[in-house]
């Protein structure tokens, strides 16, 4: 048989494969969009259950539902993984407003997770105004000392990234209390991380990182109005006070779990492909957004998979994570197990970007497998999904990486997320049914191809047009 020959069936046999991919992509998407279950169970996990902070009574019961959920699908095994997580709780509604020129400004306000109470009496102190570290570094011990320092730096509206515009500003959040506490201050509050104007404050991880106890000081976060309120007073010239009052605590740590879930390969059932969201979220809202839908749609990819009739080559798992929120620990003991266990994993995909329509994917990977997954770019487009990238995958799957898996994250339309992200309007009725689906078969369509063609295979490829 001559190469021409040889050439001509290696084309027809690819033309063969891309047909049969086409066609069970618009299956997957089908049963998705008309008989799906990812909205059925976000409806009970955000309104029936509710915010799920790591360590709370909602988080366990969230844990016991998704199991049980998981059960019913039958799948080859469901399992708990154990973990121990740390509980925050807010305590009473925190009070907050500023005093200029005797008038009294009402504002508001949330504590930071893991932040520290103020005295039962709250705390009241003149307050200054700083958009950077290196704006606070410049002012010195002098000008901040026995003062509250307001964190004022806004996230970057010209920024299309909305993600890039988040990972700007939030070290001030994260890292604000441990820098003025440094210098003196006495409270920090810092801006929302939002890029809309409204009077939700929003809340986030923040850490005290090696400070000892007693100079530990209260953090809270302000809503994008109250600071755009408080910013005009000062820049006019006034010296305003600032009082706040919270009441959270930190507990001891406390026992929790990973919830997973697995079909086994029938012909490679050591290779492990893993897809999941956290099951935690902050305590203002029910989570929906965050991360309420990366929990469901990685449910459906499964549920998915067998409605279609799909019988995985490889071991492909839904990994639900506990404590992404506030210490990332359910992701790093599913990789500290992964690793004693020697589990070969190829592949991870994670939906932690809210239930908004999906656009496409990022990934963390070699070169190779890039190639490999442009090729699958056209499979998408009738779905209007466009976006391939190297890039972030996830931080729950991050503690994974190694040379040889292929990390990926769900990229769904950003430029609402941040309106609800780690507020009180991340609810239920801020996701719409048909983009949630939609996104639970776009993941499903990435795992089924990652688990037909393996990774690498665009070396196999190369070797065939040769």
């Not at 969009?33 to 909205?39: A, C, K, M, P």
């Not at 995909?349 to 496409?360: A, K, Q, V, Y």
């Amino acid at each position: 048989m001559n190469k021409i020959v040889i050439l001509l069936l290696a084309l027809f046999c690819v033309s063969i494969q891309a047909q049969n991919d086409e066609a069970t992509l618009k299956s997957i998407y089908k049963k998705s969009l008309t008989n799906g279950q990812s909205y059925v169970w976000l409806d009970y996990l955000s309104n029936e259950i509710g915010g799920r902070l790591s360590g709370s009574e909602n988080a366990e019961k969230a844990v016991r539902y998704v199991k049980s959920e998981l059960e019913k699908l039958d799948l080859d095994k469901v399992w708990l993984q154990e973990v121990m997580v740390p509980k925050w709780v807010r305590g009473e509604k925190e009070v907050g407003y500023f005093v200029s020129d005797g008038n009294k400004f009402d504002v508001n306000i949330c504590a930071l997770g893991g932040s520290t109470a103020t005295s039962n009496e709250g705390l009241q102190a003149k307050i200054v105004e700083v958009k950077s570290f290196e704006e606070l570094e410049a002012l010195g011990e002098e000008k901040v000392k026995g003062k509250i320092v307001f964190f004022n730096g806004a996230m970057q509206a010209d920024l299309i990234n909305t993600f890039e515009a988040y990972g700007g500003c939030s070290k001030q959040r994260y890292a604000g209390a441990y820098e003025a506490s440094k210098l003196g201050a006495v409270g920090v509050i810092v801006r929302s991380l939002n890029l809309r104007q409204d009077d939700l404050p929003h809340t986030g991880s923040m850490s005290y990182q090696d400070l000892p106890e007693d100079k530990r000081i209260p953090s809270a976060a302000i809503s994008t109005n109250d600071a755009n309120k408080l910013s005009e007073v000062i820049t006019n010239g006034e010296n305003p006070e600032f009082y706040f009052k919270q009441n959270c605590k930190q507990y001891e740590d406390v026992l929790s779990y990973n919830v997973i879930g697995e079909i086994t390969g029938n012909e490679f059932p050591d290779e492990y492909m893993i897809v999941g969201g956290h099951l935690d979220s902050w305590d203002l809202g029910d989570g929906s957004h965050d991360d309420g839908a990366g929990v469901v749609q990685s449910m459906e990819v499964l549920r998915l998979l067998k409605e279609s009739g799909i019988k995985p080559k490889r071991s492909i798992r839904v990994v639900l994570f506990m404590n992404e929120e506030n210490g990332l620990r359910g992701g790093l003991k599913y990789a500290e197990v992964a690793k004693e266990k020697g589990e070969n994993h190829i592949f991870a995909l994670e939906s932690d970007s809210g239930g908004f329509t999906p656009r496409g994917f990022s990934f963390d990977c070699s070169d190779g497998n890039l190639e490999q997954i442009e090729q699958w770019r056209s499979l998408f487009k009738p779905y209007l999904i466009h976006f391939f990238e190297k890039g972030y995958s996830g931080a729950d799957i991050g503690p994974l990486k190694n040379d040889n898996i292929v990390l990926a994250g769900l990229r769904p339309d950003s430029q609402r997320y941040f309106d609800h992200h780690h507020a009180s309007n991340d609810t239920f009725d801020a996701v719409n049914k048909r983009e949630l689906e939609l996104g639970a078969a776009t993941m499903t369509s990435l795992v089924y191809l990652f688990d037909k063609y393996g990774v690498n295979q665009i070396k196999n490829n190369a070797q065939i047009k040769d």
